[in-house]
């Protein structure tokens, strides 16, 4: 009964629902957008351990290259 298809302002849930025990409320969330290093790190330690260091090292090199 919640299912937003069509999109309707408010869901059919809360508009059918007795005693106005749901509310819809819409809120927005800042989210912060960047790269930990931690993840890079990460990122990169798998890789190491899955091609090797020189490999690794070798792809950075040629792509920095190519920029």
Do not use: I
């Amino acid at each position: 009964m919640c299912e937003d298809d069509p999109p309707q302002e408010v869901p059919l849930c809360v508009k059918w629902c007795p005693n106005d025990c749901l509310v819809y409320e819409e809120r927005e969330e800042e989210v912060e957008e960047g790269v930990e290093m931690e993840d890079v790190e990460e990122g990169l330690t798998a890789m190491v351990d899955k091609y090797g260091w020189q490999k690794v090292k070798d792809t950075m090199a040629r792509m920095t290259t190519k920029e």
